[in-house]
């Protein structure tokens, strides 16, 4: 398996592409990036040994990993297989050097203070995409009895007489974040609790039934009310991690903007209904193939629509800058509305540099669709925005060179790989100065 990129090196690399080559083949959809974060944080919540599948090879699972290391967890990874032994967790307290670069560390929050009474986290870091606060975290955890105060940049909490107690709780807004860190504090708290507005994302439910798989009660995942009823000791699992709906979409995006057909193989998709919904709105079919395919037919003309980000079941956040940059070669004009981040249009600005016509205002981007957009040096500033990136020069005339491949990294394995096994031109260098 290729190695890991490093911190060193990641943001040095840059993208060269070569667009309007035609894609054509089956492309495998890996693990669930954000499924198996928290999930890999749920380990914390068993006190024996467990197998975790289908893990995707991320720089962010990566700095999971050294998290839960750094606790005293033993860790071995084989190919796509990683196993753990979390019967010793030596201390409560993650290392700031890890946590300031992984948004996802602030899940280990729960369980550690289930388990041991006492969790020290320090606040974490991750994409510049907007504020996204802990307070819920934070007021939940406080429901359920946690003595909680924030000091110098570090959460630090701990449970009179070393045990949550169930509560009901409310949530202002459907966080996914919130609703993972409180159902996994639950399962190992006295008495049932109940979170209501709970999110509904498929990664919700994972960590569910991933729970579940240890002895957690739990039920109402994937619903806005979850009940937990607490139990003292989770037990050892093994267990497989969802398909990744994000780069399943993001491939979806790829096959329509190049005007190609591509198979995608390893998906769920009743994950996938309202990128599917909007995909179809601009003219592609999407055709099931078994329980695992989706084929992509794409459309000989691309039709605009508009897009509103919210909670799932509605359509991703995660999956709004693949649209924007599909939308640009629309024949027609498109509306995009962000709802659920403040500050995650940026990558609107870089397409411009491609010929795209965008004019943002707030949270809402005017898209209006050109016949050809050009290559041009273009910046990654978040995840997502990267994949957009890299699809618009998928379909632009000349070369296109995304530069700064850190958010890239974090978030799709080996992007480039399965695009070339496509038929893509794109290569990966290190950028000179």
Known sequence: ??????????????????GRAKLSGTVPISGAKNAALAIMAGVVLCSETCCLRNVPNLVDITRM??????????????G?????????????????????????????????????????????????????????????????????????????AYAPNGKLKGAKIYLDYPSVGATETLMMAATLAEGETCIENAAREPEVVDLANFCRSMGARIKGAGTTTIWIEGVNKLHATDYEIIPDRIEAGTFMVAAAITQSELLLDSVIPSHLTPAIAKLEETGAKVILEGDRQLRIIPAERILPADIETLPHPGFPTDMQAQFMAL???????????ETVFENRLRHAEELKRMGANI????????????????????LATDLRASAALVLAGLAA?????????????????????????????????????
């Open 359 to 378: 004019r943002v205002k707030g949270n809402i981007a005017i898209v209006k669709g050109v016949p050809l957009i050009s290559g041009a040096p273009v």
């Open 397 to 433: 005339q000349g070369t296109t060179i995304v530069q700064d491949l850190r958010h890239l990294d974090r978030g799709y394995e080996q992007l480039e790989v399965k695009l070339q096994k496509l038929g893509a031109k794109l290569t990966r260098d290190v950028a000179t100065a």
């Open 65 to 78: 990993g050294e998290i839960l290391q750094s606790l005293g967890i033993k860790l071995q990874r084989h």
């Open 1 to 18: 398996m290729k190695p890991l990129a490093t911190e060193a090196t990641e943001g040095q690399s840059i993208l060269r592409i070569e």
């Open 80 to 156: 796509q297989t990683l196993d753990f032994d979390a019967t010793d967790i030596s201390q409560g307290q993650a290392p700031y050097e890890v946590v300031r670069r992984l948004r996802a560390s602030f899940f280990v929050l729960g369980p550690l203070l289930a388990r041991l009474g006492t969790a020290q986290i320090p606040l974490p870091g991750g994409c510049a995409i907007g504020a996204r606060p802990v307070e819920l975290h934070v007021r939940g955890l406080q429901a359920m009895g946690a003595r909680v105060h924030i000091e110098h940049g570090v959460v630090n």
């Open 327 to 337: 939308l640009t070669l629309a024949d027609g004009d498109s509306m995009v509305t």
